[in-house]
């Protein structure tokens, strides 16, 4: 599966912004679709989750700022950041587990900054 993401950028502390990422196949082909972050000297972590069913899972340093959710037509799942704290920041990483393989997008940088 190949994973194009998109969206990452520069914003201010507070702000918002909004990944999204697209597959090669169907969303719904997947197990499980999500989002990871990575910062230097750390291990890729979980931001949000969503499965092939429409559970949704979070990290717990964005409950209640970070939603991921699905577009059956656009074939894409987003990633909206709101109330965006420097700590935010990383390379954000679209993943795709289908048939017990990990898939991975090319990432996109996320900068909170004033």
């Known amino acids: 599966v190949q994973l194009q993401a998109s969206g990452g950028g520069l914003v201010q502390p507070g702000g918002s912004l909004r990944l999204s990422c697209v597959p090669s196949g169907s969303i719904f082909a997947m197990n499980v679709m999500g989002w990871y972050r990575q910062t230097p000297g750390k291990q890729r972590e979980l931001v949000a989750s969503i499965s092939r069913g429409g559970s949704t899972n979070y990290g717990d340093s964005v409950k209640g700022r970070f939603t991921i959710s699905r577009d059956k037509d656009k074939n894409t799942v987003y990633l909206q950041m709101n109330s965006l704290k420097a700590e935010d920041a990383g390379v954000y990483y679209c993943?795709?587990?289908?048939?017990?393989?990990?898939?991975w997008g090319q990432g996109t940088q996320v900068t909170v900054s004033s």
């Open positions: 993943n795709a587990q289908i048939r017990g393989i990990d898939s």
